[in-house]
């Protein structure tokens, strides 16, 4: 085909001799999963973590005690019946046209690019479980005692002040939806004290009396109302904790395996996609859950 004068090569047809260049897919739901990465993670061991705690009694401890009188005598008891953390598998099955992955293998492999997408799903599938699964979920492992509602809605340095007060051993972060980090950047500004920023990752967040507020979409919006978290993590602190089962068969990352299932008589290559995950809280100090967390109060200014 011409070009507009007639007589020069036009662009549409001098593109059917170019190559282009390509980027692999880009997927919209990708997020930075901080949560995955601020979480301590302990190795499980047959697919199953048991907490161990006490049972509160009364302690005869004695201080200073006089030389007349005799030493007392106590122990600490432990729970008969100590919760157990089974690991939960978030698994899918990739399937690929060996047709298509023989032929447009160039400049991307289809194979690898399929199962690098689903993995990048699984993992956001293991984020959201970890928050809001029914069984281990932070949003329901919190204890009745842990959680408090907002004064007005909109999330005030009170109500994360409040927060903290009940879990103020180490507290390591916050979680919120970045609409819930937005509405309580607004009630800073207007009461006259920004909140201060820290860097993580190599990315700015916002701090309140020095803990970052990490944001996190899968602290659901519903009806313009969401939650915030405050953890305490690790062992150690008796806070809360990932878990995962290391050394499984086709292993990629950590509790992560890709296996090959075989190749079927209509020519589809199947692959086995599997995640085992699971959280834990120690101690129910360790998780605070603000409640009723309105995002969408704004303020006039003059």
């Avoid at 170019?18 to 880009?26: C, D, R, S």
């Avoid at 099955?93 to 990048?120: A, M």
């Avoid at 907002?150 to 919120?176: M, Q, S």
């Avoid at 692959?271 to 998780?287: G, I, N, P, R």
């Amino acid at each position: 085909m011409a070009g507009t004068s007639g007589h020069t090569l036009g662009e549409t047809a001098a593109r059917q001799l170019a190559n282009t260049t390509k980027t692999p897919p880009q997927m919209l739901a990708i997020t930075p999963r901080w949560l995955i990465s601020l979480l301590p993670w302990v190795a499980v061991e047959a697919g199953t973590y048991r907490v161990n705690r006490v049972v509160e009694t009364p302690a005869d401890i004695e201080c200073s005690p006089s030389d007349e009188v005799d030493l007392p005598e106590t122990f600490v008891d432990y729970d008969d019946h100590p919760r157990e953390y089974p690991l939960n598998a978030v698994t899918t099955i990739v399937d690929v046209q060996t047709r298509v992955s023989d032929l447009y293998r160039s400049p991307y492999d289809q194979i690898r690019e399929q199962l690098r997408l689903t993995i990048e799903r699984v993992k956001e599938r293991q984020e959201g479980e970890i928050v809001n699964n029914a069984e281990y979920g932070l949003l329901r492992s919190a204890a009745p005692s842990m959680r408090v509602k907002t004064r007005k809605g909109p999330p005030t340095p009170d109500d994360l002040d409040e927060l903290i007060a009940r879990v103020w051993k180490e507290p390591a972060f916050f979680l919120a939806h970045p609409r819930a980090i937005a509405a309580f950047g607004r009630e800073c500004t207007r009461r006259g004290v920004p909140p201060p920023t820290t860097n993580l990752f190599g990315s700015p967040f916002l701090t309140w009396r020095g803990i970052p507020l990490v944001p996190s979409d899968k602290l659901y919006v519903n009806d313009e109302k969401t939650n915030i978290l405050l953890l305490r993590v690790g062992e150690k602190k008796q806070g809360v904790v990932g878990l995962f089962e290391p050394g499984l068969p086709g292993e990629v990352s950590p509790s992560l395996s890709v296996r090959f299932m075989g190749i079927n008589r209509r020519a589809i290559a199947s692959y086995l996609v599997s995640l085992y995950c699971s959280t834990a809280v120690l101690v129910e100090d360790a998780l605070g859950v603000l409640e009723d967390v309105s995002v969408s109060n704004y303020h006039e200014y003059e």
